[in-house]
C-alpha cells in the first residue's frame, strides 16, 4: 500500500512533495510559493488583493500607494519592507507580544492588524474549497476572492457581474 505511515518512500531521488505552507521565510513566485499582497479599508471594507512574484519594499509600496488615498493612515506589523510607505504609517511590533495598541488615550486601540488578517482568513479559507491552485491560476481565484470580499455575500447581482465579465472576457 503506497504511503502507509512508517514505510520508506520507494525512490528516494523523488521524495515526496512537501507543502508549501510547511517552509521557512517568505514565498515568492519562483520558488512556487506565490505571494498575494492585500489591502483593506477599515472604514469602506473595501478589499484590493494580488498575486506578485515577491514582496521586497517596491512592491509593497506600489501596491500600498496605488490602492489607498494619500490622506490614509497605514496599519502595519513592523516589518522593513513597509518603512518607506509615503502615508502616515503606525505599527505594532508583533516580536514584542505588542498587538493592538492606544495612542491617543481614548480607550480604543487604533493600531492593529485584525482587519488585515481577518481579509487573510477569508481569503485562505475560500482557496482551501479547491484543494491547491497552480500559480498561473492563482490571480484568478484571488481576483474571485477579492470580488466577493467586496459583496460580502453571494447574490444575484454577484452571479449578474460574474456573467457580464465572462461575456467581457470571451
Not at 515568492?28 to 519594499?57: A, F, K
Request: hydrophobic share 30%; charged share 30%; aromatic share 8%.
Amino acid at each position: 500500500m503506497r504511503g502507509k505511515k512508517g514505510e520508506l518512500h520507494a525512490d528516494p531521488e523523488d521524495p515526496p512533495r512537501k507543502r508549501a505552507n510547511k517552509q521557512r521565510g517568505h514565498g515568492t513566485y519562483d520558488n512556487d510559493r506565490p505571494p498575494i499582497v492585500g489591502t483593506v479599508g477599515r472604514e469602506s471594507g473595501q478589499v484590493r488583493l494580488r498575486v506578485v512574484h515577491n514582496t521586497d519594499r517596491k512592491t509593497l509600496e506600489a501596491h500600498v500607494h496605488r490602492f489607498t488615498l494619500k490622506e490614509t493612515t497605514c496599519y502595519t506589523d513592523e516589518w522593513n519592507a513597509y518603512n518607506h510607505i509615503i502615508r502616515e504609517h503606525k505599527t505594532v511590533c508583533h516580536a514584542e507580544h505588542e498587538w493592538a495598541r492606544d495612542d491617543d488615550g481614548d480607550g480604543i486601540r487604533e493600531v492593529h492588524t485584525n482587519t488585515a488578517e481577518g481579509m487573510w482568513t477569508d481569503v485562505r479559507n475560500y482557496l482551501r474549497n479547491f484543494k491547491g491552485v497552480h500559480k498561473g491560476y492563482l490571480s484568478g481565484y484571488v481576483a474571485m476572492a477579492e470580488f466577493r470580499r467586496n459583496l460580502k455575500r453571494i447574490s444575484p447581482a454577484f452571479i449578474a457581474a460574474l456573467v457580464t465579465l465572462h461575456k467581457i472576457y470571451t
